[in-house]
């Protein structure tokens, strides 16, 4: 008797983390599809939860909404820095989180709909992506690879760079996004004041390669993506939220759904 009343609060914050994270999964998809207006009740269904469930986590939808953002960033962002440990040099691992960050906006369509959406929120300085900038930025003062005298002044380049360029390679398609990417990632360094010759060495630097990329997105995936569906499928509640293929392939690039030939409902 003592072992289960021991056990029941663990299993009791297990089954709110599991719905807490489907209600992020449906959240991200939703926003990713650009149905920003979707009613609560349909973000609850997607995640099979009840609306009681809803609200024992969240007051509203923007509330939902602004905490899928964080979460989707901040797992973003501890991928970069995992793929920077290794790098001695803080302003090389703030032009490789940039330039892998620039990549996302052609290779995880839903990440880059999410931030382009609520791109300001990526500004906040004790959050997310915009947290690592600045720690990055400090270290690469301190050791003299930045000149830089106001670092919230350095924030605004460097956020309004990497949204302005993330809307660039949506608008134009046919842009080479890679190479674009490291343009920008170049210019920025000049303005925190790197010197040209360096700027454009460190943005030649060979970027982890996408196997290992792949396999820390696999490992920030799992526990947070729901079961396996039909035919390989993985989504929100083993359901698809969209027939359309680019929020299938949207939602590919957050975990949410790996669909094989599962038919997804329609939502409106």
Do not use: W
């Amino acid at each position: 008797m003592a072992q289960r009343s021991t056990d029941a609060p663990s299993r009791q914050e297990r089954r709110k983390a599991r719905t807490r994270a489907a209600l992020m999964q449906a959240a991200q998809t939703v926003i990713a599809a650009g149905r920003l207006n979707a009613p609560i009740l349909e973000i609850t269904q997607a995640a099979d939860v009840g609306m009681g469930s809803f609200y024992n986590h969240f007051d509203s939808r923007e509330q939902l909404f602004q905490a899928a953002l964080e979460d989707a960033l901040e797992r973003h962002g501890t991928r970069l820095d995992e793929l920077s440990a290794g790098l001695d040099d803080p302003a090389h691992a703030f032009a490789q989180s940039f330039r892998l960050t620039g990549r996302i906006h052609r290779r995880e369509p839903a990440l880059s709909q999410l931030m382009l959406t609520y791109g300001l929120a990526m500004a906040a300085p004790d959050k997310g992506l915009a947290r690592r900038a600045r720690r990055d930025i400090d270290h690469a003062v301190r050791a003299g690879r930045f000149s830089v005298r106001d670092t919230d002044l350095a924030m605004v380049m460097v956020v309004g760079a990497g949204l302005c360029l993330g809307r660039l390679l949506r608008d134009q398609p046919e842009r080479d996004g890679d190479a674009s990417t490291d343009h920008v990632a170049q210019v920025v360094l000049r303005m925190l004041g790197m010197p040209d010759d360096d700027a454009s060495e460190i943005c030649q630097h060979p970027l982890p390669g996408r196997a290992e990329r792949a396999a820390h997105v696999e490992g920030h995936h799992q526990g947070l993506t729901p079961p396996m569906g039909a035919a390989g499928a993985r989504c929100v509640s083993g359901r698809c939220l969209s027939d359309s293929p680019h929020v299938e392939v949207a939602a590919q690039g957050l975990g949410i759904c790996r669909r094989g030939d599962l038919s997804p409902p329609r939502l409106g």
